[in-house]
Nanobody
Framework: QVRLVESGGGLVQAGGSLRLSCTAS????????IGWFREAPGKEREFVGG????????GYADSVKDRFIVSRENAENTAYLQMNNLKIEDTAVYYC??????????????????WGQGTQVTVSS
Protein backbone atom coordinates (compact mmCIF):
# COMPACT_ATOMS: atom_id res chain seq x y z
CA GLN A 1 0.00 0.00 0.00
CA VAL A 2 1.37 3.38 -0.95
CA ARG A 3 1.64 6.34 1.41
CA LEU A 4 1.59 9.81 -0.08
CA VAL A 5 3.00 12.87 1.66
CA GLU A 6 2.66 16.42 0.34
CA SER A 7 5.10 19.20 1.09
CA GLY A 8 5.95 22.68 -0.14
CA GLY A 9 2.90 24.63 0.91
CA GLY A 10 3.12 28.01 2.56
CA LEU A 11 2.28 31.67 2.38
CA VAL A 12 2.94 33.54 -0.85
CA GLN A 13 1.92 36.88 -2.30
CA ALA A 14 -0.41 37.09 -5.26
CA GLY A 15 1.56 36.68 -8.46
CA GLY A 16 4.13 34.48 -6.78
CA SER A 17 4.97 30.82 -7.25
CA LEU A 18 5.13 27.64 -5.19
CA ARG A 19 6.04 24.09 -6.00
CA LEU A 20 4.29 21.29 -4.15
CA SER A 21 5.77 17.83 -3.91
CA CYS A 22 4.01 14.51 -3.41
CA THR A 23 6.35 11.77 -2.27
CA ALA A 24 5.38 8.11 -2.26
CA SER A 25 6.61 5.41 0.10
CA UNK A 26 5.68 1.80 0.62
CA UNK A 27 5.06 1.24 -3.09
CA UNK A 28 6.46 2.83 -6.21
CA UNK A 29 4.79 5.97 -7.51
CA UNK A 30 4.97 4.49 -11.01
CA UNK A 31 1.99 2.26 -10.21
CA UNK A 32 -0.37 5.18 -9.74
CA UNK A 33 -1.94 7.91 -11.79
CA ILE A 34 -1.64 11.08 -9.73
CA GLY A 35 -4.23 13.76 -9.21
CA TRP A 36 -3.94 17.03 -7.37
CA PHE A 37 -7.02 18.38 -5.63
CA ARG A 38 -7.72 21.34 -3.40
CA GLU A 39 -10.26 22.25 -0.78
CA ALA A 40 -10.98 25.81 0.24
CA PRO A 41 -12.96 26.74 3.36
CA GLY A 42 -16.66 26.27 2.75
CA LYS A 43 -16.12 24.71 -0.65
CA GLU A 44 -16.07 21.19 -1.99
CA ARG A 45 -12.84 19.47 -2.92
CA GLU A 46 -12.05 20.19 -6.55
CA PHE A 47 -9.74 18.74 -9.16
CA VAL A 48 -6.69 20.83 -10.00
CA GLY A 49 -4.55 18.69 -12.27
CA GLY A 50 -3.41 15.16 -12.99
CA UNK A 51 -0.60 13.20 -14.58
CA UNK A 52 -0.58 9.69 -16.00
CA UNK A 53 1.69 6.94 -14.73
CA UNK A 54 4.32 7.53 -17.39
CA UNK A 55 4.04 11.30 -17.20
CA UNK A 56 3.07 11.68 -20.85
CA UNK A 57 -0.51 12.78 -20.24
CA UNK A 58 -1.57 15.70 -18.09
CA GLY A 59 -4.80 17.57 -17.54
CA TYR A 60 -5.92 20.66 -15.68
CA ALA A 61 -8.95 22.44 -14.35
CA ASP A 62 -9.83 25.49 -16.41
CA SER A 63 -9.18 27.72 -13.40
CA VAL A 64 -5.49 26.79 -13.28
CA LYS A 65 -4.72 26.00 -16.89
CA ASP A 66 -1.72 27.94 -18.19
CA ARG A 67 -0.64 28.73 -14.60
CA PHE A 68 -0.08 25.30 -13.00
CA ILE A 69 2.06 22.43 -14.22
CA VAL A 70 1.83 18.83 -13.03
CA SER A 71 4.83 16.56 -13.47
CA ARG A 72 6.40 13.50 -11.94
CA GLU A 73 9.77 11.84 -11.49
CA ASN A 74 9.07 8.15 -11.00
CA ALA A 75 12.70 7.34 -10.26
CA GLU A 76 12.40 9.65 -7.24
CA ASN A 77 8.87 8.51 -6.35
CA THR A 78 7.76 12.12 -6.42
CA ALA A 79 5.11 14.11 -8.25
CA TYR A 80 5.04 17.88 -8.45
CA LEU A 81 2.57 20.69 -8.80
CA GLN A 82 4.24 23.88 -9.99
CA MET A 83 1.97 26.82 -9.28
CA ASN A 84 2.71 30.13 -10.99
CA ASN A 85 0.98 33.49 -10.99
CA LEU A 86 -0.92 32.51 -7.86
CA LYS A 87 -4.19 34.23 -7.11
CA ILE A 88 -5.97 34.80 -3.81
CA GLU A 89 -8.63 32.34 -4.92
CA ASP A 90 -5.98 29.60 -5.09
CA THR A 91 -5.86 29.60 -1.29
CA ALA A 92 -6.76 26.08 -0.14
CA VAL A 93 -5.46 22.85 1.28
CA TYR A 94 -3.88 20.92 -1.56
CA TYR A 95 -3.93 17.14 -1.72
CA CYS A 96 -2.26 14.63 -3.96
CA UNK A 97 -4.01 11.37 -4.66
CA UNK A 98 -3.05 8.08 -6.29
CA UNK A 99 -5.20 5.93 -8.54
CA UNK A 100 -4.41 2.33 -9.46
CA UNK A 101 -7.18 2.27 -12.06
CA UNK A 102 -5.71 2.07 -15.53
CA UNK A 103 -2.73 4.23 -16.33
CA UNK A 104 -4.24 7.68 -16.57
CA UNK A 105 -5.32 10.56 -14.35
CA UNK A 106 -8.92 11.37 -13.54
CA UNK A 107 -11.00 14.41 -12.62
CA UNK A 108 -13.24 12.33 -10.36
CA UNK A 109 -11.91 12.13 -6.80
CA UNK A 110 -13.78 8.86 -6.30
CA UNK A 111 -11.35 7.14 -8.67
CA UNK A 112 -8.43 7.76 -6.33
CA UNK A 113 -7.79 5.37 -3.47
CA UNK A 114 -4.77 6.88 -1.77
CA TRP A 115 -4.60 10.40 -0.43
CA GLY A 116 -1.99 12.51 1.27
CA GLN A 117 -2.67 14.54 4.38
CA GLY A 118 -2.74 17.84 2.52
CA THR A 119 -0.62 20.97 2.58
CA GLN A 120 -1.89 24.50 3.11
CA VAL A 121 -1.36 27.12 0.43
CA THR A 122 -2.26 30.68 1.36
CA VAL A 123 -2.08 33.49 -1.19
CA SER A 124 -2.12 37.03 0.17
CA SER A 125 -2.78 40.34 -1.56
Amino acid sequence: QVRLVESGGGLVQAGGSLRLSCTASGHGLIYYGIGWFREAPGKEREFVGGVSRNGESTGYADSVKDRFIVSRENAENTAYLQMNNLKIEDTAVYYCAGSSIGTSWYRDAALYTYWGQGTQVTVSS
